[in-house]
């Protein structure tokens, strides 16, 4: 009879916020859409493809756009379905039955759910009350576990908080592991690591096109890394991972820096907005424990009765996330913002 591997019978399934609200400050996404001018070219790009044949197996005009944007050799990226492909495959082939992968928590969830996933033996390394990433814990726990793998975002999701780049780069000096660092959030702050991957052997960056570029809807993500984990990665991932509607959508909006640079310092000033707001509102409310500062385009905070708080926002047509204890909010635009504010003192009354 056949039997399901142990890994998968309690597997906690990833669930994010379903259902229809009047606000969205739940997933992370931009509040900008697309301008229609962009819209139409997006619109021509599809309606010039030849469905009948495979896409670019590269993505390569799309790589040379990327790369130009963010000042990349276009041979040193791979293009992924979303960074949730680039995660599970760099987890599935860099890691083997066994092997130790090194995270964080809180972080993005999925690192554990697809090392668990793969049969790897997960480590979870807690933070303290401030939330702050201590790199100096993170190099002794890699060498004490002898972790193949060690992985988190920076800024962090769902802190909001931000790394410096000189110890982001100490810690992949002194770890013997593949270290993997997840930008999602870099657009919003300062001190990435991309421009470092050809100067070290075991360093992997993540980018996506859902927060910044607001491009949720299409998944597409980049791992950037050196020449010989870039051909790895380019050899072990699926021939056309990356369908040619999202191709051709992606060069069209790379096609447009200035467009994609001015949406970044307009969720800037947004988060800014948002922070600012619940600051004040924190000062008023002794439920709001602590607002963390904020390096991405959410706030997050810690909240008496939180799971509450996060099921009368959704009554109210609100929708945030509620993450065991904290609540993480994304920017919307300034009306959202205020909308959001305006309720969450009336909850907390």
């Given at each position: 009879m056949y039997k399901?591997?142990?890994?998968?019978?309690?597997?906690?399934?990833?669930?994010?916020?379903?259902?229809?609200?009047?606000?969205?400050?739940?997933?992370?996404e931009s509040f900008l859409d697309l301008p229609d001018s962009i819209r139409e070219e997006v619109g021509k790009a599809v309606s010039e493809l030849d469905f009948q044949r495979y896409p670019d197996p590269m993505a390569q005009?799309?790589?040379?756009?990327?790369?130009?944007?963010?000042?990349?050799?276009?041979?040193?990226?791979?293009?992924?379905?979303?960074?949730?492909e680039l995660i599970s495959l760099i987890l599935l082939n860099f890691l083997e039955k066994g092997d130790t992968m090194l995270t964080i928590a809180p972080d993005f969830s999925m690192y554990e759910f697809y090392g668990r996933a793969i049969g790897a033996r997960v480590e979870i390394m807690g933070k303290g009350e401030d939330m702050a990433l201590s790199l100096q814990e993170i190099i002794e726990k890699a060498r004490e576990t002898k972790a193949k793998v060690v992985i988190f975002s920076n800024p962090c999701n769902p802190t909001s908080l931000l790394a410096k780049k000189e110890?982001?780069?100490?810690?992949?000096?002194?770890?013997d592991a593949l270290v993997v660092v997840d930008e999602a959030y870099m657009d919003f702050a300062e001190g990435s690591v991309l421009s470092e991957i050809e100067n070290f052997e075991n360093l992997i960056v993540l980018k996506t096109f859902s927060k910044a570029f607001g491009m949720a809807a299409i998944r597409l993500g980049f791992a950037a890394a050196n020449e010989k984990l870039t051909r790895i990665l380019r050899g072990v991932k699926s021939p056309y991972n990356v369908n040619a509607m999202t191709q051709a959508a992606g060069c069209v909006l790379l096609n447009h820096p200035d467009?994609?640079?001015?949406?970044?310092?307009?969720?800037?000033?947004?988060?800014?907005?948002?922070?600012?707001?619940?600051?004040?509102l924190e000062a008023s409310k002794q439920?709001?424990?602590?607002?963390?500062?904020?390096?991405?385009?959410?706030?997050?905070?810690?909240?008496?009765?939180?799971?509450e708080v996060f099921e009368n926002l959704q009554k109210a047509g609100i929708s945030i996330r509620y993450m065991k204890g904290y609540l993480r909010i994304t920017a919307g635009s300034r009306e959202e913002n205020r909308e959001l504010v305006l309720t969450l003192d009336r909850v907390l009354s």
């Amino acid at each position: 009879m056949y039997k399901i591997p142990e890994r998968l019978k309690n597997m906690e399934v990833y669930e994010p916020v379903t259902g229809t609200f009047r606000i969205r400050l739940d997933a992370n996404e931009s509040f900008l859409d697309l301008p229609d001018s962009i819209r139409e070219e997006v619109g021509k790009a599809v309606s010039e493809l030849d469905f009948q044949r495979y896409p670019d197996p590269m993505a390569q005009k799309l790589c040379e756009k990327f790369g130009s944007f963010f000042q990349i050799k276009p041979e040193l990226l791979t293009a992924g379905n979303g960074s949730d492909e680039l995660i599970s495959l760099i987890l599935l082939n860099f890691l083997e039955k066994g092997d130790t992968m090194l995270t964080i928590a809180p972080d993005f969830s999925m690192y554990e759910f697809y090392g668990r996933a793969i049969g790897a033996r997960v480590e979870i390394m807690g933070k303290g009350e401030d939330m702050a990433l201590s790199l100096q814990e993170i190099i002794e726990k890699a060498r004490e576990t002898k972790a193949k793998v060690v992985i988190f975002s920076n800024p962090c999701n769902p802190t909001s908080l931000l790394a410096k780049k000189e110890d982001i780069l100490q810690m992949v000096e002194q770890i013997d592991a593949l270290v993997v660092v997840d930008e999602a959030y870099m657009d919003f702050a300062e001190g990435s690591v991309l421009s470092e991957i050809e100067n070290f052997e075991n360093l992997i960056v993540l980018k996506t096109f859902s927060k910044a570029f607001g491009m949720a809807a299409i998944r597409l993500g980049f791992a950037a890394a050196n020449e010989k984990l870039t051909r790895i990665l380019r050899g072990v991932k699926s021939p056309y991972n990356v369908n040619a509607m999202t191709q051709a959508a992606g060069c069209v909006l790379l096609n447009h820096p200035d467009y994609l640079r001015e949406c970044i310092e307009k969720i800037r000033s947004s988060r800014e907005d948002l922070y600012e707001k619940l600051k004040k509102l924190e000062a008023s409310k002794q439920e709001i424990e602590k607002v963390y500062a904020t390096s991405t385009n959410f706030v997050y905070l810690k909240v008496q009765g939180a799971k509450e708080v996060f099921e009368n926002l959704q009554k109210a047509g609100i929708s945030i996330r509620y993450m065991k204890g904290y609540l993480r909010i994304t920017a919307g635009s300034r009306e959202e913002n205020r909308e959001l504010v305006l309720t969450l003192d009336r909850v907390l009354s």
